[in-house]
């Protein structure tokens, strides 16, 4: 099983990016996405969650409007588009697997039956 987070870097105040989470090695459809993210000195922050299955997708409220998650099925990869990106969304920003018809919304990397090593977003002028 592999997760592998792509799209990182450093971003002005204002600007947007398309982060990306390439699966392989289990059944994508059967699983929530989720991504997570730690900022600096901070504990790790659920972010969203999507079921493939269905396009339905979960925010984290105070990131609702900014934050859209998608998927790609037939690539089995998970996207983030982040939108006028703030300095507090500095943080590196992980993608995890759950079984479908398991709770989500967990920040504990031990919840998920599957996760990535992350990638790293700054936002600075």
């Known amino acids: 099983v592999h997760l592998v987070e792509s799209g990182g870097g450093l971003v002005q105040p204002g600007g947007s990016l398309r982060l990306s989470c390439a699966t392989s090695?289990?059944?994508?459809?059967?699983?929530?996405m989720s991504w997570v993210r730690q900022a600096p000195g901070k504990e790790l922050e659920w972010v969203s969650t999507?079921?493939?299955?269905?396009?339905?997708?979960h925010y984290r409220e105070t990131l609702k409007g900014r934050f859209a998650t998608s998927t790609d099925n037939a690539k089995s990869t998970l996207y983030l588009e982040i939108q006028n990106l703030e300095p507090g969304d500095t943080a590196v920003y992980h993608c995890?697997?759950?079984?479908?018809?398991?709770?989500?919304?967990?920040?504990?990397?031990?919840?998920?039956?599957?996760w990535g090593q992350g990638t790293q977003v700054n936002v600075s002028s």
């Open positions: 090695g289990f059944t994508f459809e059967n699983y929530h």
């Open positions: 995890g697997a759950t079984g479908a018809g398991s709770p989500y919304g967990s920040n504990k990397p031990a919840h998920y039956d599957y």
């Open positions: 999507i079921f493939p299955y269905s396009g339905l997708a």
